[in-house]
């Protein structure tokens, strides 16, 4: 089971990002998945998560307006489409895939989880 998160990097404040996760070495469209990111000193928390079971999305209330998440099942791949970053979206950002009824925001619901990618906004 793998999973690979890419996308990240430095970028202003006001800019965009679209961050990736790909997947392979489980049936990945039975999957819910999610994002989460940690940054330095903070605990991890949930951004935005995508249910397989009807596309449905929940956003973190710090996002809402700016993120953007989907998902292409041919693919195995699930973005999230950053835009008018702050530098408090400075994070290390992980996708994770969990097995849960539907999507959640929180870590627990999730079994597998990737390496995570290094989001810095800063000018």
């Known amino acids: 089971v793998q999973l690979v998160e890419s996308g990240g990097g430095l970028v202003q404040p006001g800019g965009s990002l679209r961050l990736s996760c790909t997947a392979s070495g489980f049936t990945w469209h039975l999957y819910n998945i999610g994002w989460f990111r940690q940054a330095p000193g903070k605990e991890r928390e949930g951004v935005s998560c995508?249910?397989?079971?009807?596309?449905?999305?929940r956003y973190a209330e710090s996002v809402k307006g700016r993120f953007n998440i989907s998902r292409d099942n041919d693919k195995n791949t699930v973005y999230l489409e950053m835009i008018s970053l702050k530098p408090e979206d400075t994070a290390v950002y992980y996708c994770?895939?969990?097995?849960?009824?539907?999507?959640?925001?929180?870590?627990?619901?999730?079994?597998?989880w990737g390496q995570g990618t290094q989001v810095t906004v800063s000018s």
């Open positions: 995508i249910s397989e079971s009807d596309g449905g999305t």
């Open positions: 994770a895939a969990g097995a849960a009824e539907v999507c959640y925001l929180h870590s627990i619901s999730y079994e597998y």
